[in-house]
């Protein structure tokens, strides 16, 4: 990028004031004086009246179809692959939302926006997560009754939102509104259901939809705003 449209940018000033800036020796580019107009790399460094200069990097929002056998994280220290590996063209610092174990699919939430990461995170605000699950048994209308009914966990009482059968004897969706650790695997084992996959289709309004495994997208302003509103209307009346 052209120095003068880096200052520009960076202090959100006019292409000619960036001019009279680097005309005046008010610049210093690597730690010497601008006495011309060159290209800002990603290594070099621009200071203005001794404090360095940079362009702020907006935060950005992604849908991915995690993968089986992918860990939801940034890093892993068995050298497994991550759910970063998938960005590794993304400068900011990412965080991955609603995590899945490492046999599960489906989706998460990608962003560098820490205080949206914690408004979907934050087990007050109970945002809907909605799974596919393919079971080994065909589940009978009483087991589904009762499971709809809930189970007490190791980790206390758990009932699912809602759970049905699809069109497909073999396949259930069930609803939740906890972040758990892999609380559907074991309220399915507690019933001695098997599970053959697991796949995670919503968050919220964010919905999978015909992504591959492995895909992305970025989230659409008005699917950022929803989250939003939503968890601010909860918070609200929480404190009313």
Known sequence: MRINRFLAKALNISRRDADELIKSGKIKFNGEILKDFVEVG?????????????????????AFYKPPFVISSTYDEEGRTTVCDFFTHVENKLICVG?????????????????????????????????????????????LKRMSEGIELEDGFFRPLTIKKTQNP???????????????????????????????????????????????????????????????????????
Do not use: C
């Open 42 to 62: 990603e290594d070099d460094v621009v200071e203005f009246n001794g404090k360095r200069v940079q362009i702020e990097k907006g935060d950005v929002y992604f």
């Open 170 to 240: 073999n396949w259930i969706v069930i609803a939740i509104d906890t972040g758990r650790n892999r609380v559907i695997r074991r309220f399915l084992k507690s019933f001695n259901v098997k599970i053959e996959r697991l796949k995670r289709i919503a968050i919220g309004p964010i919905e999978l939809g015909n992504m591959r495994q492995g895909e992305y997208r970025e989230l659409t302003k008005d699917e950022i705003k929803i989250i939003k509103r939503m968890v601010y209307k909860r918070k609200n009346v929480a404190s009313a």
């Open 99 to 143: 995590r899945l174990d490492y046999l599960s699919e489906g989706l998460l939430i990608v962003t560098s926006d820490g205080k949206f990461a914690n408004l979907l995170m934050h087990p007050r605000f109970k945002i809907r997560k909605t799974y596919l699950v393919k079971t080994k048994d065909v589940l009978g209308a009483d087991l």
